[in-house]
Nanobody, 113 residues
Framework: QVQLVESGGGLVQAGGSLRLSCAAS????????MHWDRQAPGKQRDLVAR???????YYADSVKGRFTISRDNAKNTVYLQMNSLKPEDTAVYLC???????WGQGAQVTVSS
């Protein structure tokens, strides 16, 4: 059974940075597509970033240039570095392994203005 555990959320002022981590167990992340999604209150869940390999990444237009997705295969962990945060980035961020339809519990990110 694949389990994903997020960490690193919190409260930050606009313009600040946070790094989210998604640690996996039950599978090897290397080579797998991994997603970070987010869901704000009253809004649909949206894909924020995706990584397959170092050269194959995707970012939503709203975060392009500010967020970076990466993976550490030795630690079986995927990261989301978030810089220049804006109040509209406030949401629960979820790590997802689509191949297994596995989701983490979510990490709350709150950006104050």
């Amino acid at each position: 059974q694949v389990q994903l555990v997020e960490s690193g959320g919190g409260l930050v002022q606009a313009g600040g940075s946070l790094r989210l981590s998604c640690a996996a167990s039950g599978t090897i992340l290397s080579g797998l597509a991994m997603h970070w999604d987010r869901q704000a209150p009253g809004k649909q869940r949206d894909l924020v970033a995706r990584v397959i390999s170092r050269s194959s990444t995707y970012y939503a237009d709203s975060v392009k240039g500010r967020f970076t997705i990466s993976r550490d295969n030795a630690k079986n962990t995927v990261y989301l570095q978030m810089n220049s945060l804006k109040p509209e980035d406030t949401a629960v961020y979820l790590c997802n392994a689509p191949l297994f339809d596995a989701w983490g519990q979510g990490a709350q990110v709150t950006v104050s203005s």
